[in-house]
């Protein structure tokens, strides 16, 4: 079953106070106004993770478009709608890497850049899997409301979002990150 055509529902708006699972459960159903709002709500933060990997304004609205059309795709496919945050958060950076890499090997003149080949020597990309097997190490000798906590992260910057993943108060994820980061330094020690 495909996403039904936005439609707008009669009566105020009361999407903007709805749940993640209750916005995408309405978008399923067609309701425009859940569109709307989990676009309103989700919009900024899918351009801040675009941006922050380095891509330029058009690339960068280039993505945020793909990232939406994504989510219209998949909409009925997504396993638990609570987490359309973090699936719009990882859509959004695999859309931007893909995005970096087609931009590194396609500049506008259509010529291959030699250097964007150079630039992934075996050597880099061994080092590369090999820190991130250290920290996916490490991270896994924490307790599991540190793990929780810096995967949620790692997907979605959004202290409401983590907050309500891990049902724990707002003003508590700040103070428990710093913790649950100091405590993944020393297990990684002193050289990474």
């Known amino acids: 079953m495909s996403p039904r055509a936005p439609r707008r529902t009669s009566g105020p708006p009361q999407a903007e106070a709805a749940s993640p699972e209750e916005l995408v459960g309405r978008a399923r159903d067609g309701d425009g106004d859940a569109w709307a709002a989990l676009t309103r709500r989700y919009t900024d933060m899918l351009w801040a993770i675009a941006r922050s990997r380095g891509l330029s304004q058009n690339d960068a ?9 994504r989510l219209v795709e998949r909409l009925d496919a997504l396993r638990d709608p609570r987490r359309i945050g973090a699936w719009l958060a990882v859509t959004t950076a695999r859309e931007a890497e893909r995005a970096r890499f087609r931009s590194a090997q396609w500049p506008h003149n259509g010529a291959v850049r030699p250097a964007a080949a150079a630039e992934r020597t075996p050597e880099r990309v061994w080092t590369a899997r090999e820190r991130l ?3 996916a190490g490490a991270l896994e000798e924490l307790p599991e409301r540190c793990r929780q906590l810096l995967r949620l992260f790692a997907t979605s910057p959004s202290y409401a979002d983590v907050a309500a993943a891990l049902g724990i108060p707002v003003g508590s994820i700040g103070p428990t990150r710093t913790r649950c980061l100091s405590a993944l330094r020393q297990r990684l020690g002193d050289d990474f």
Not at 61 to 69: C, E, G, I, R
Request: charged share 15%; glycine share 0%; aromatic share 8%.
């Open 61 to 69: 609205a280039d993505v945020v478009q793909t990232v939406w059309l």
């Open 133 to 135: 097997r250290l920290v």
